[in-house]
């Protein structure tokens, strides 16, 4: 099968912070793949093996719309059971977000209610969330684990996510986070629960194929710096690259620990400093900054910016969609809460969920419109890219493909 785009303007980031841009250009796709980028109703062509226009089935004008890459949600939390909305009273009454976690709440009521879910149930939810964020322009999106914190409610969780795989035309990686939090059996001795998840917890669950990467939460509420080195040495033996919650509410050294490792990348970095910046660009991880939860804590730590501008660090954004701290599923507004909250360009944004999501789950077959990429792509109406994360509540998303494949939202 295989579909023309024309009358569209095409607009992507291969370098930070700057658009390309490629006005009245027509594009031909085949097998899910882009075949052929060239000028509108011409034969010039951008990376052709020759100088005409590849034969094609289907012809589908895009009006003078703007085209992007499809957008990658590169860090989510969104099957789980239950409910924290009680929380966002305390919160707006002044329980801090580490205090809510130490009387019994935060995560571990989440872990509670998703252990007392079926797969069914957790299946059920998780569309409906996930239709949102398709219906926003995601085509890729990152599920984590880390709400179950024990073998079967893990192993049920990412079951899950494989079976979304290809709803509503995302795709699906998948990150173990059994070390989001210690199980509420082992509250009292922390190492025995990391004993548990290198030992029966991660190998089980890598040998049966659910696992694409392993995160850790290296925080004081979590693990420490100790504790998150056994699990990423755990994960390097099964042959899985690592990631990190790291400096979101404290710097334990947790950057570094990723930089160490090689990490896919560093997320929150909200106390990140200098040397922590420059290990992790040094690396090659990728900086992933959630304003979404950044605003729903009403943090006053801001990532460094300016820092991760100066070592040139690739960076994601991401919805972080979770019940507790970042009730988020729309891309385009964690772009608009970038710009506004953290300084960040409509430019930087747009590379921050297409280049920089998918570079942020070790893809390099997405987030860019060239020659032989997946042809996830996002049909935008709008008169300008800058629109895409200006508006909020209103979606100009006019349609979208995944693969190739026209997907209706």
Known sequence: MSLRL?????????????????????????????EWIGAAGGSVSYGATSGGIPQYD?????????????????????IYGGSRVTEFGQRLNGVSYADISKQGGGILSTVGATRDSTLAELLESARDRLAQMATWGSTTVEIKSGYGLDLESERKMLRVARQLDGFKGV??????????TVAPEFREEPDRYV???????????ATEGLVDAVDVFCEGIAFSVAQARRVYEAAQKQGLRVKGHVDQ???LGGSALVAEFGGLSADHLEYSGPQ?????????????????AFYFLSEEQMPPIELIRQEKMMVALATDANPGTSPVYA???VMNMASVLFGMTPAETLGAV????????GLRDRGLLDRGMRADLCVWNVNHPAEIGYYVGFNPLAMKLSSGELIKC
Request: aromatic share 2%; charged share 20%.
């Open 354 to 361: 297409t280049l920089g999501g998918a570079r942020a789950l």
């Open 276 to 292: 922590d910046i420059r290990a992790l660009a040094e690396a090659g991880v990728v900086a992933v900054l959630l304003p979404g």
């Open 331 to 333: 891309l385009p507004i």
């Open 195 to 205: 004993d548990e998840i290198v030992d029966v917890i991660l190998p089980e669950l």
């Open 171 to 180: 795709s699906i990686k998948t990150t173990l986070l059994a070390a989001h």
């Open 249 to 251: 509410l404290s710097n």
């Open 58 to 78: 289907e012809l589908v004008d895009c009006g003078g719309a703007w085209v992007t890459p499809g957008l990658v949600d590169c860090h989510s939390h969104i």
């Open 6 to 34: 024309t009358g569209c303007h095409l607009v992507d980031c291969v370098e930070p912070g700057t658009y390309r841009i490629r006005r009245d250009t027509d594009l031909v796709i085949r097998d899910g793949r882009i």
